[in-house]
T-cell receptor
Framework: GAGVSQTPSNKVTEKGKYVELRCDPI?????LYWYRQSLGQGPEFLIY????????DSGLPNDRFFAVRPEGSVSTLKIQRTERGDSAMYLC????????????FGPGTRLLVL | SQQGEEDPQALSIQEGENATMNCSYK?????LQWYRQNSGRGLVHLIL?????REKHSGRLRVTLDTSKKSSSLLITASRAADTASYFC???????????FGQGTELSVKP
């Protein structure tokens, strides 16, 4: 597609459930990033993929969060045993090669944990 | 943690006026990027300025970068109601490409 796409656009779940958020980057972009944005704050880095591998996962808050990018294109962010504090906007971005380049963001997935 | 701060946190102006937003950061950078975010939506890339550049223009946008002061400014000239949004600066702090964002400036342009 022309831009980064994310699905679903909204996700409502109950505390303790498992959720998956999907990101489809711009075709040909090797670098993919996940960020989390709480209300009234700037986005905060979660994880960075270069190709299929996670080059930097230092932003993942705990081991309930995991992300994959098995074929170097689509990525899935997985959250186990969701907590109310996980409620936020989850943003995905991609860039052509990685460091030093413009990152293009998707529309985000708004997650609400009840 | 956030890289730096944006100033002001909120700005309200009349259509046709200029809007200036400032951003400060803490570490050495490859580049600094400005983004716009409409309420509840994703981020739209506005402009990227590299560490060896001092000023850059794009349409009604003018960005400056002062690496000695670790600060940047975004000027929007002849503002329009459609410019109403939150504006974020983000630094590529030479850590693999991850961006570190400020808390943003909420701009309101009244018609």
């Amino acid at each position: 597609g022309a831009g980064v796409s994310q699905t679903p656009s909204n996700k409502v779940t109950e505390k303790g459930k498992y959720v998956e958020l999907r990101c489809d980057p711009i075709s040909g972009h090797t670098a993919l990033y996940w960020y989390r944005q709480s209300l009234g704050q700037g986005p905060e880095f979660l994880i960075y993929f270069q190709g299929t591998g996670a080059a930097d996962d230092s932003g993942l808050p705990n081991d309930r969060f995991f992300a994959v990018r098995p074929e170097g294109s689509v990525s899935t962010l997985k959250i186990q045993r969701t907590e109310r504090g996980d409620s936020a906007m989850y943003l995905c971005a991609s860039s052509l090669m990685g460091e030093g380049e413009t990152q293009y963001f998707g529309p985000g997935t708004r997650l609400l944990v009840l | 943690s956030q890289q730096g701060e944006e100033d002001p946190q909120a700005l309200s102006i009349q259509e046709g006026e200029n809007a200036t937003m400032n951003c400060s950061y803490k570490t050495s950078i490859n580049n600094l990027q400005w983004y716009r975010q409409n309420s509840g939506r994703g981020l739209v890339h506005l402009i990227l300025i590299r560490s060896n550049e001092r000023e850059k223009h794009s349409g009604r946008l003018r960005v400056t970068l002062d690496t000695s002061k670790k600060s940047s400014s975004l000027l929007i000239t002849a503002s329009r109601a459609a410019d109403t949004a939150s504006y974020f600066c983000a630094t590529d702090a030479r850590q693999g490409g991850k961006l570190i964002f400020g808390q943003g400036t909420e701009l309101s342009v009244k018609p």
